[in-house]
């Protein structure tokens, strides 16, 4: 007899449209699970005509692995080359004792006889949930997955400056809508101070990088002073006004506002946007009002929100400036460290300036 007779008949697919073009689709996307364009990979193959000796050989697998998920797709189609639900081990912990340990993370240290932590590790807090939550005996590992599964981190903290002004959103809106609109016959300008830049002279050469390197500034510093900078961003052209200054006083910045006053004499407004620096104020002697009689009133001024210095752009070229001229310099005297600002930005009102895209619209009213 035969020993065809005996031989298993070959599993045969035929595609439907939609089919195929799910199946391309798992199969050329490239964020689909490897195991998923696996399986695709078997059915295309199959519904080639090709065997399933074939097959196996061309995927390097099992035939009992072709046969399998040949099997579930034709009863079952795609969804057939899902992982079906195991049974797995069951809880250990109930939903509730897991809710208590996410509330005692969620929860200060020192509320647990930890007086002496502000936060918490995972041994003590493994030591804590044990402690007070009833039948429970629980691993650190369990502990961690617990808290990772509900995306708690109770060692970690960051930064968060709050601002208290109650008139953050009104003041926001008032100044990004000078960036989005403004004013016609008028110019906005963002002053503000850069304070304390440090002359700082290197005690040792610093090392470009090189293949495989990184480049190295040494550690150690000769510090031969600082210098505050006061600069004026327009926010249509980009152009910066600034003046490199040893101190950073009423009357430091009184002056500068009266080069401004100059820069700008043919604009009929001009609005000013900075910070609630006391400088910034009218103060006792009412500088700014003097100051705004003796040009006409035509100068307008915006004050940011407390905490709230992200407003002002002429932040962002501060941080251009301390990017490419200050971080990592090498200056031997504070009048290098004047000449090397100065002369950046002259290069950027040159060369590289222009406005910033202000994408924040505002807060909803």
Known sequence: ?????????????????????????????????????????????????ITEQEAAKDLCVNIKTIRKWASRFIAEGIEGLNDTPRSGAPCKFSASQRCEIIAIACDSPKNYGHET???WTYDILTEVVNAEIADLNMSRTSVFLTLSENDLKPNKFKMWLHSKDPEFESKVNEIVDLYLNPPENAVVISVDEKTGM?????????????PGNVGKYEYE??????????????????????????????????AFMEKLAIEYKEEKEIHIIWDNLNIHKDGID??????????????????????????????????????????????????????????????????????FKWIFKGYPL
């Not at 440090?198 to 090189?210: L, N, V």
């Not at 900078?229 to 910045?253: H, M, N, S, W, Y």
């Open 1 to 49: 007899m035969s020993i065809k007779k005996y031989m298993r008949p070959q599993l045969k697919i035929n595609l439907k449209k939609d089919e195929y073009e799910e199946l391309q689709k798992i199969i050329s996307r490239q964020k689909s699970e490897f195991r998923m364009v696996f399986r695709a990979k078997i059915i295309m193959l199959l519904s080639e005509g």
């Open 117 to 119: 932590q502000n936060l």
């Open 198 to 210: 440090q002359a700082i002279e290197r005690k040792y050469e610093t090392k470009m990088p090189s």
């Open 221 to 254: 510093y000769i510090r031969h002073g600082t210098q505050s900078l006061i600069a004026g961003f327009d926010i249509v052209t980009g152009k910066v006004t600034a003046e490199c200054l040893p101190t950073r006083k009423a009357e430091d910045l009184i």
């Open 286 to 355: 009412g500088r700014w009002k003097e100051f705004n009689k003796r040009h006409g009133d035509k100068f307008h001024f915006h004050y940011t929100p407390i905490h709230a210095s992200w407003v002002n752009q002429i932040e962002i070229f501060f941080s251009i400036l301390q990017k490419k001229c200050l971080r990592y310099a090498n200056f031997k005297s504070i009048n290098e460290l004047k000449e090397v600002v100065m002369k950046y930005i002259i290069k950027w009102n040159e060369k590289e300036g222009h406005p």
